[in-house]
Every structure is written in structure tokens, then in C-alpha cells.
């Protein structure tokens, strides 16, 4: 065992250039990276160290190795087709996207509704999908449209501050525009 081991990290040492000049030289015209060829004839190496022992011309059976597997590699490459895209190919129509968005949605809304005072009525009425005026909102809540701005401002920096910093608004320092 121990001259096994002696011999492959002798051969090792001593092919490590040529095996890598090889790869590098035959990589181009496989399309493959020089490392993956390379890595391919070590462990063809290792393979017939465990079986028939070490090459008689170790010069002459890398340069075969390398281009053998460089022409495995072209063959493997020209029978290999690409699969189609898949129709939710787009990371936004994933169930891992709809998860995510789901989530963020149930934690504002959770937030909304923690929120002091008239605040819950009015980020609502703010987040409704009809998308109401100022007018309407102010007419719902039975207030000022004059204070509704103030109101607004004073709702959103407590729900900013409820808020974990994966839902909170993207930009700098959480501020509005």
C-alpha cells in the first residue's frame, strides 16, 4: 500500500506539467475549461494505478488520455441538447416568488394593523385597490383633507419603524419621496 502511494504521488510530481499543458492545449477545442479536462485524466490515471499499475510510457499515455477525453467531451457535447425554457422560467411567476410576495403582504398587513389611532383606516384606504383620492380617503375617515397629509406621514414612519428590514422600502435610509 504505502509504495502504491509513494509511486501515484511520484507520478503526480512528475506529470502534473504535461498533463496541464495537455488540457490546455486540447480544452479549446473540446469547449471545456483546461481544469475539467485535466481532472478527467487524473482520475483515469488513478483508475489504472488501482488496476494495471503505472503507464510503461507515462509521456505518451497522458497525451492519448487527454485527447481521448477530449473526444469523449466533443461527443458528449454534440449529443446533449439543451432543455426548452420552462414556461415559468421567470423567477417572478415561481411558487417560491408567490411564497415570498405572500409573506411580505401578510407581514405589512399584520403591521398595518398594529399601527396607534385612525392609522389602520387610513394605510388601508391607502393600499385599496380602487386607489381612492385624498378626497375620498379624508371623506371615509371623517377628517380634514388638509390634515390627511400630516396624518399620512405620521402612519408611514410608524409602520417604517414596525416594519422588518426585508419588507421596508428600498431606499436609502427607508425615507419617502
Known sequence: MRLLEDTSAHLVRTLRPLVSAEATAEAPAAAMEAGDLEQAVWVRLLERLDGDGPPQDTARWVKSAVRAEARRA????????????????????????????AERRRA????????????????????????????EIAGRLGISQGSLGPMRSRCLGCLRRMLPMEVAAPEPGGKER
Open 74 to 101: 466533443r461527443r458528449t457535447a454534440a449529443r446533449e441538447l439543451p432543455y426548452a425554457p420552462e414556461p415559468s422560467a421567470d423567477p417572478a411567476g415561481s411558487p417560491e416568488w408567490a411564497a415570498l410576495c
Open 108 to 135: 405589512l398587513w399584520a403591521a398595518v394593523a398594529r399601527t396607534p389611532g385612525d392609522c389602520p383606516k387610513l394605510l388601508a384606504s391607502m393600499m385599496s385597490p380602487e386607489d381612492p383620492t385624498y378626497r
